[in-house]
């Protein structure tokens, strides 16, 4: 089992920046790839970022890329995800994910956090 707790969501505007992070336990920090996925009001939840169990390999969806950075610390056995000139778009709950590889597709998580909350104003 591996469980996830995010924080560092909040209220923003627009241009602004947010740092959002996702502590690990339950298993060795690298023994599984992680992820962000959000979820705005009325619409499917969606992957944002991923980063392989190496760190090495990441995956950002097209309308992030270039704005978020997804990284993690493996003596911290933290995930961050660093978001950038954000929009209003941008608005949802952010959730923390854990799988076996880059995950993508919400079938793929084995795990998931709770949610934390960005809303960014205009």
């Known amino acids: 089992q591996v469980q996830l707790v995010e924080s560092g969501g909040g209220l923003v505007q627009a241009g602004g920046s947010l740092r959002l992070s996702c502590a690990a336990s339950g298993r060795a920090f690298g023994s599984f790839a992680m992820g962000w996925f959000r979820q705005a009001p009325g619409k499917e939840r969606e992957f944002v970022a991923g980063?392989?169990?190496?760190?090495?390999?990441?995956h950002y969806a097209d309308s992030v890329k270039g704005r978020f950075t997804i990284s993690r610390d493996y003596a911290k056995n933290t995930m961050y995800l660093r978001m950038n000139s954000l929009k209003p778009e941008d608005t949802a709950v952010y959730y923390c994910?854990?799988?076996?590889?880059?995950?993508?597709?919400?079938?793929?998580?084995?795990?998931w956090g709770q949610g934390t909350q960005v809303t960014v104003s205009s």
């Open positions: 980063l392989s169990r190496s760190g090495i390999s990441t």
């Open positions: 994910a854990a799988g076996d590889t880059i995950m993508i597709l919400t079938t793929r998580v084995d795990y």
